[in-house]
């Protein structure tokens, strides 16, 4: 998701909330009262689910769990203006990058799950079908175009743009070309083409390139 539909998802929703908030009469039970849960409620899940589980967004996000409803949006009013602007400021490429980051995790510890119990030719789909969406992001954060004539760029074309754009060097687009051969074959059914051991460094690989590169 775009920085830019990050913030117009936070502005909505503050906007709501600071409007609800002006009316100074209303009670406990009252139709405010319930308005004012509902958008506790979407603001908390707008925090959580724009940054990385573990940021101090998503932490103070969860606090007043429960609380008196109309100190509970005030607070994360506050949590989710403190995010758009930072947003807004470019403060937060880190943030965008983990979110990535934490949805590529997921997979890939899925991936690290299949391969222990021998499943090889799953994890080694998994694995590669999470680079080529890694490498795609990568084009995205870097400027480089994903299409051609409206057509999406294969995973092959994208990698060898981003070695032209000076993301990364030659050998390291080898190295990717390689895991996406990998992968190809895991896709087409030839499971005879690799063993175990090569999945094995296939993920291993995939996990340290993110790193390296995140997007």
């Not at 998701?1 to 503050?14: C, F, G, P, S, Y």
């Not at 409007?19 to 958008?39: F, N, P, Q, V, Y």
């Not at 689910?49 to 606090?63: F, G, W």
């Not at 609380?67 to 758009?84: D, W």
Request: glycine share 6%.
């Amino acid at each position: 998701m775009a920085i830019e539909d990050m913030v117009k998802q936070l502005d909505e929703l503050t906007s709501k909330a600071e409007t609800l908030l002006m009316r100074r009469d209303w009670s406990h039970g009252s139709s405010e009262d319930a308005t004012a849960k509902i958008l506790a409620n979407r603001l908390e899940a707008a925090v959580i689910r724009l940054t990385q589980k573990d940021s101090v967004y998503s932490q103070q996000a969860k606090r007043n769990q429960g609380g008196v409803s109309r100190y509970r949006l005030q607070h994360l009013l506050q949590v989710a203006i403190s995010l758009r602007d930072d947003l807004q400021a470019g403060w937060t490429e880190s943030v965008v990058e983990l979110v990535h980051a934490d949805t590529y995790s997921d997979f890939l510890e899925m991936a690290e799950a299949l391969l222990a119990k021998g499943y090889k030719d799953a994890a080694a789909v998994i694995t590669g079908t999470s680079l080529e969406v890694h490498i795609r992001a990568l084009c995205v954060k870097n400027g480089v175009t994903t299409a051609v004539a409206g057509k999406p760029k294969k995973a092959t074309t994208m990698n060898a743009d981003l070695k032209k754009a000076g993301v990364y060097d030659g050998l390291q687009e080898k190295e990717v070309t390689a895991w996406m051969g990998l992968r190809n074959s895991a896709a087409r059914g030839d499971y005879g083409d690799y063993d175990h051991a090569q999945v094995r460094r296939l993920l291993d690989g995939v996990q340290a390139f993110m790193r390296k590169f995140p997007a």
